[in-house]
């Protein structure tokens, strides 16, 4: 299983940059796919996760209304369209999959522990 991460840089406060997640190796069908952050000195977050099985979608509050996840499943890759992007939104930005599962839900969000393949991780920053 292979997570390969993109599409990360420098923007300033109200610009948008989108991150793919190019993934090999599973049956997305069977598995979720998530989008987690982490500052230096904070804790990973969950930020946006995308189950293959039914292609529900789930968000955390601090990026609900301002990023998208959405796959294509022709390309085995997940995106992250982040808008209305802020200082604080700057972090190294990890894809994980995770399953299967009997139901994926947001509460998977809060708990990384669950994925079981993650990405190297690309870094997005924000300036002001």
């Known amino acids: 299983v292979q997570l390969v991460e993109s599409g990360g840089g420098l923007v300033q406060a109200g610009g948008s940059l989108r991150l793919s997640c190019a993934h090999s190796?599973?049956?997305?069908?069977?598995?979720?796919i998530a989008w987690f952050r982490q500052a230096p000195g904070k804790q990973r977050e969950g930020v946006s996760g995308?189950?293959?099985?039914?292609?529900?979608?789930y968000y955390s509050d601090s990026v609900k209304g301002r990023f998208t996840i959405s796959s294509d499943n022709a390309k085995n890759t997940v995106y992250l369209q982040m808008s209305s992007l802020k200082p604080e939104d700057t972090a190294v930005y990890y894809c994980a999959a995770g399953g299967p599962w009997a139901y994926y839900s947001g509460s998977y969000l809060n708990r990384p522990y669950e994925y079981d393949f993650w990405g190297q991780g690309t870094q997005v920053t924000v300036s002001s």
């Open positions: 995308i189950s293959g099985t039914d292609g529900s979608t």
């Open positions: 190796g599973i049956i997305f069908d069977d598995y979720a």
